[in-house]
C-alpha cells in the first residue's frame, strides 16, 4: 500500500503575497491616474492663460481647448 501525503505549505504567505501585490498595483494605478490628473489640469490651465493670438499660432480656439486636453493633444504641443 502507498500513502500520499500532500502538504501545502505557505498558502497563507502566497495569498498575503498576493494581496500586497494587488494593495501594491491598486496604488500605482492611483498615483498614476493622479499624475495624469494634474498634467491635463496643468495643460487646461496654461492653454486657458494663453491669448487668441496664441491659441491661433498653435492651432487652436478657445472652445477646442478641452477636447484637445483630453485628445492629448495638449502633449503634443509641449
Known amino acids: 500500500m502507498?500513502?500520499?501525503?500532500?502538504?501545502?505549505?505557505?498558502?497563507?504567505?502566497?495569498?498575503?503575497?498576493?494581496?500586497?501585490?494587488?494593495?501594491?498595483?491598486?496604488?500605482?494605478?492611483?498615483g498614476t491616474a493622479y499624475v495624469s490628473w494634474r498634467l491635463n489640469q496643468a495643460a487646461l490651465a496654461?492653454?486657458?492663460?494663453?491669448?487668441?493670438?496664441e491659441l491661433a499660432d498653435v492651432g487652436l480656439s478657445r472652445s477646442d481647448i478641452p477636447r484637445a486636453v483630453r485628445s492629448g493633444g495638449a502633449a503634443r504641443l509641449r
Open 2 to 30: 502507498i500513502m500520499s501525503t500532500t502538504t501545502i505549505a505557505g498558502t497563507g504567505e502566497q495569498t498575503g503575497s498576493g494581496a500586497l501585490a494587488r494593495a501594491a498595483a491598486a496604488l500605482k494605478r492611483l
Open 46 to 53: 496654461t492653454l486657458n492663460s494663453m491669448s487668441e493670438r
